[in-house]
């Protein structure tokens, strides 16, 4: 059995495959069964078994993907919601007040934007938009005493920006503010944000955790005792969590997070690599290529530099929308993070609602999320497309 340096923890490949998953005791089942029951019989008033009450406070299902969940993020708790957006909410609600302040990143999912400047900022929470590469530029964000969250994501949606989370961590907590990280984009097979001293992980499971386009689901990992029972009352109180169903699926993609990660960075450098060719791409966006401002930092923190890569048409917003619409092997679609691979223009689609917003993106901007086809199947179309859009 692989094993990490230590020789105390089993690998994330093992760790994906059995946390939270051991066989059923009583029926040797190797797949983790769906619970699909609301409540459970009392052996007497109170009498619980195993802790099991009614499945919006757990589930047996549930309880196996947050195992999971913690244990790919090398963090003590996981909790599994019924979309990235409810998580999102349970945290700002479990752990900030009307009148506290977070710090967000200048470019992120438009839903998340949405969320922070037309749900939580009319409830009374203020927020200070500052780019998550420039750790001076955060640091100046922060209202000292006030802001109690420092939110990053890192890759960024849509730019692929890279945060160092290292000294972020230092930044927020310096300030006595938490780091949360939105993992998304990277996945706890290419980046564990714990593990260099973020407090909370975000994920978005309906990506590449499910891994298949096939489930709406969010998370969040802790490593804290007390910030996992605040946030475990709020997933309780407010009620956002993942069905027995949705969890078992989600469940089942993190068994092959680790091959699917790999093949999806892989083939997303050879499409970077190709984009670079191309004299209509005026800037192509990953991670991975040297010339990328966050390279470096990205090379310290993450295992590979994974599947999602943007570019920008030199002709403009027209030509972006012509591209998207003239792919074949790329699916036009939102979202990201399934095997299959899909285009997208986040100006009109997934971003739209931060048109006019400091975080409004470019027009001429395309979202690629690389899925684990045939490569030069992907670059074939990409070139066609880019041939009729200039044609
Ligand atoms: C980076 C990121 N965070 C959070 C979300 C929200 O997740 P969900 O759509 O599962 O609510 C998304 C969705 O696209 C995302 O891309």
């Given at each position: 059995m692989h094993r990490d340096d230590d020789r105390q923890r089993p690998g994330f490949e093992t760790l994906a495959i059995r946390a939270g998953q051991e066989?059923?005791?009583?029926?040797?089942?190797v797949v983790p069964a769906i619970y699909a029951t609301s409540t459970y019989k009392q052996d007497g008033v109170g009498g619980l078994r195993e802790g099991y009450e009614y499945s919006r406070s757990a589930n047996p299902t549930r309880t196996a993907l947050q195992q999971c969940l913690a244990a790919l993020e090398a963090g003590s708790h996981g909790l599994a919601f019924a979309s990235g957006l409810a998580a999102e909410d349970a945290l700002l609600r479990a752990l900030c007040r009307p009148g506290d302040h977070v710090v967000i990143p200048d470019d992120a999912y438009g839903g998340t934007f949405r969320q922070f400047s037309r749900v939580h900022e009319p409830w009374g929470l203020h927020y200070t938009i500052a780019p998550v590469a420039d750790v001076d530029a955060v640091r100046g964000a922060i209202d000292p005493g006030r802001t109690k969250i420092v939110w990053v994501e890192t890759p960024t949606n849509p730019l692929l920006g890279i945060a160092d989370i290292e000294a972020l961590a230092e930044v927020a907590h310096g300030a006595g503010a938490l780091l949360v990280v939105d993992n998304t984009f990277a996945s706890p097979y290419l980046q564990q944000p714990l593990t260099r001293g973020a407090d909370i992980v975000v994920h978005s499971t309906t990506k590449y955790c499910g891994g298949h386009s096939d489930v709406i689901g969010g998370a969040l990992v802790v490593d804290d005792d007390d910030l996992a029972e605040q946030l475990t009352f709020m997933q309780n109180a407010a009620g956002a969590v993942a069905g027995p169903f949705d969890s078992w699926l989600v469940l089942r993609g993190l068994r092959t997070l680790p091959v699917r990660m790999d093949r999806h960075s892989g083939n997303a450098e050879r499409v970077a690599d190709f984009l670079t060719t191309r004299a209509d791409v005026s800037t192509v966006l990953w991670p991975g290529l040297p010339g990328h401002p966050g390279h470096e930092v990205a090379a310290k923190q993450m295992r590979h530099f994974g599947g999602m890569v943007s570019f920008r048409l030199a002709a403009g917003t027209q030509a972006a929308v012509d591209v998207v619409e003239a792919c074949e092997v790329f699916t036009l679609a939102e979202s990201l993070g399934g095997v299959e691979s899909l285009i997208e223009h986040p100006g009109l689609?997934?971003?739209?609602?931060?048109?006019?917003?400091?975080?409004e993106v470019p027009g001429d901007l395309v979202r690629l999320s690389v899925g684990i086809e045939s490569v030069d199947d992907l670059i074939a179309d990409l070139a066609q497309a880019l041939d009729r859009a200039a044609g």
């Open positions: 066989p059923d005791p009583r029926t040797g089942s689609m997934t971003h739209a609602s931060v048109s006019g917003s400091p975080l």
